[in-house]
Structures are given as C-alpha cells and as structure tokens.
C-alpha cells in the first residue's frame, strides 16, 4: 500500500513519519507553519537518512529517492488530495481539533485523516469533522525511524474500515500495530508511562532515591530499556506533564496528577535533552 501522505506538522515526529513513509514509497506533503519549521524537518530527514547510509542500511539511491518524494509546504490546502492525512502537531486538543476541522473542508470525502495524540481522546478530535467515522488514533513512537510500535486507536465513531486502512498504512511503513478498542485518555503506552513516571518524580521530589539510582532499578530490575526519567528527558518534561494533565482531566484519577517537581521543571525550561537539561544534564 502506498498512496498520497500529508503530515501536518514538520517536528521531530512528524518529519521521522513523513521519513519512514517516503522510504516505503509513499508520496509525502510535509506541512508546517512556518517554512524554516518545514525546512528544518526536511533537514533532519536527510540527516537521518545518511546516517542510515553510512550504517549500509540503506543505499545512498533509496535515500535520495526518499527525499525526493517529499515535498514541504506552509498550506493546508496541500493536503486535498491526499489518500491519508497524519497530523502530528502540538499534544493540545484546540490545536488539533483546528486543524481537523480544517482537513474536514479541504480533503477528499475518501480521505482517513488520522491523529498522531499519544494521550488526547480520538473522540474528542474527531467531534471537529463531520466525518468521525473517517477519523482514527495512529500514535507512533520517537525517533519514528527506529521504534517499531504504533498504536492504533479507534474513536468512538472509528469505522472498521479506516481502523483497517491505518493498519496497512502503519505496518507497510514497517510497524508493528496494538488496537486500543476504546480511547481512554492516554491509551495503553502514554497512560503506563505517566503512572510510572508520576511515581518515580514523586520518589526523587520527596529525597527517597536520586534520579540514576531510580532508572537504574527500573534498567537493572524490570529489564527496561531506559529507566522512566531518562525517558522522561528524551521524550520532553514539558510534553509528560501535557500527557499526565489530559489523563488526569479525563479521569481525575490522582495517581495521573502531575508532582509539583515535574511543573517547576517545565516551568523553568529543564526541559531534558531539547534544553540540555532534565533530569539529568546534557
């Protein structure tokens, strides 16, 4: 399956989806407010391109043809034709029920128009358009290039046939899928990483452990990858704290309440590894 793409959205996750798609022979329309917001997407797609050459990944005349397929733009009427819309802006949900709202009057009546959230309700997106049949949860993972999940997440009013549509898309891009069957805030994946996060502040913020010691429990004891406030840093403080307030608004469940040490972070800018500091230093 390949087709028309447009992702809304230039960032570091919409570039790495508009990269992986481009790779698997889709048609790319990368859009942003901005044009250097575009270009520098762009730029880290060739980027993350030749690092994969120089690894012998990939050739240098598949990245080039990746490139290639992409085009960068500021419109928004760029993406009407597109057979599959990703949008991949900030996790807020006015900001992204503008832009459905929009893609709802400028895209084709067969066009799936997918939200990359990775907390926000698809309901809740989806009540923008008049379509939310059309209108699905595609949650991918950062750095897109290299993490292989992708949560699909269905409406309330998500047909079968766009939750079908988003699979072949994301498992032709090289993913491997989970359904959540009901969109709760946070679905699976950002609603266990908020809890474990929130504990783990919560331990340091009151002097039980230090950050590294904390992480490493988690590396050392459950076999994770990387311990929940290293994560916390690659991710963005400020993007866990959005995460955790939406859950919590949703559920007003208090384990998903965000500790005061992780507001003072976002507040003064220890973002983690976008501002060189987080929980750790960078």
Known sequence: M??????????LMGSGIAQVAAQAGWTVTL???????????????RTSLDRFVRKEKISEEDAAAAVARITGTTELDAAADADLVVEAVFERLDAKQDVFRALDRICGPDAVLATNTS????TQIAAATGRPESVVGTHFFSPVPMMALCELVRGFKTSDATLATARAFAEGIGKTCIVVNRDIAGFVTTRLISALVVEAVRLVESGVVTPEDLD???????????????????TGVDVLLHATRNIYTD?????FFPPELLQRMAAAGDLGRKSGQGFYSY
């Open 216 to 234: 490493t429990a988690c590396k050392l004891g459950f076999g994770h990858a990387m311990g929940p406030l290293a994560t916390t840093d690659l």
């Open 2 to 11: 390949a087709g028309r793409l447009a992702v809304i959205g230039a960032g």
């Open 31 to 45: 859009r942003d407010l901005e044009q250097q917001t575009v270009d520098r997407g762009i730029r880290g797609i």
């Open 251 to 255: 559920t007003a469940d208090a384990k």
């Open 119 to 122: 907390a926000i309700p698809v």
